[in-house]
């Protein structure tokens, strides 16, 4: 709830007029009417009476996305649940920050909508809210962005390094269909992908032949820029 603002019921006199008979407060007097008549602002805490959809939707945070990185020229939906108003479109400059109602310049670029979500509620509730759950989602990518580059290497037909197209998700097989495809003698069972975590490599098997023969779709691993794909030779060549 933002400070000084309430919940009006306009257009239901016949409920305005049993809040009154059970000595429920008055709504604040809008612009124009006596100053004598209107709440004071105050740093109030959320009543139980709120309507169930504000509580409901404090859990809504936890499925917004995680995995698409935002970038300058994309276009968002943006919203504070307490505030009831509809969602406002919200770009990200090419410096990387979006202009955000009641904060200004937040940075966007390289974070998630749920990152930013959450960062957005954490300066909303020290500044101006009490509580605020902040929805995010991506309206339009703009997609002649570049996230960065994938490496294939090994037995492919075409070694060398390949975009990762914003708004897309390139998987390990993808990317192996970029480089042109296996070659004749690829052990396509123990595909390496290795990924630099800080001062920390990880690398993981991959069996791309089971994730085309079965459907394992789940199991095709999306690549992240700075990756290396190794497609080793097979020992037995026939």
């Not at 975590?197 to 098997?205: K, L, P, S, Y």
């Not at 690549?223 to 037995?236: A, C, K």
Request: glycine content about 8%.
């Amino acid at each position: 709830m933002r400070i000084g603002r309430t919940l009006c019921l306009a257009g239901l006199p016949l409920a305005a007029a049993a809040l009154t008979a059970f000595g429920a407060p008055a709504p604040a007097n809008r612009p124009g009417q006596s100053p004598a008549q209107t709440e004071e602002p105050s740093r109030r805490e959320p009543t139980n009476s709120a309507p169930s959809f504000l509580s409901q939707s404090v859990r809504s945070m936890d499925s917004l996305d995680d995995q698409q990185k935002l970038g300058p020229g994309d276009r968002i939906l943006y919203r504070v649940i307490e505030d009831e108003d509809p969602p406002h479109t919200l770009l990200i400059t090419d410096s990387g920050d979006v202009e955000v109602p009641y904060l200004g310049l937040v940075h966007a670029t390289g974070r998630t909508c749920k990152d930013l979500a959450r960062e957005i509620k954490g300066l909303l509730e020290r500044k101006l809210y009490y509580k605020a759950t902040v929805m995010i989602s991506a309206e339009a990518i703009n997609r002649a962005r570049v996230l960065g580059k994938v490496y294939v290497t090994g037995q492919v037909r075409n070694s060398g390094s390949f975009d990762i197209p914003a708004g897309e998700t390139l998987t390990v097989s993808r990317a192996i269909l970029s480089a042109g495809g296996f070659s004749d003698y690829s052990d396509k069972r123990n595909v390496r992908l290795i990924r630099r975590r800080g001062a920390d490599t990880q690398t993981r098997i991959i069996n791309v032949q089971q994730i085309w023969s079965s459907g394992k779709l789940d199991e095709d691993v999306a690549v992240q820029p700075g990756d290396l794909i190794v497609v080793p030779e097979r020992l037995v060549k026939w």
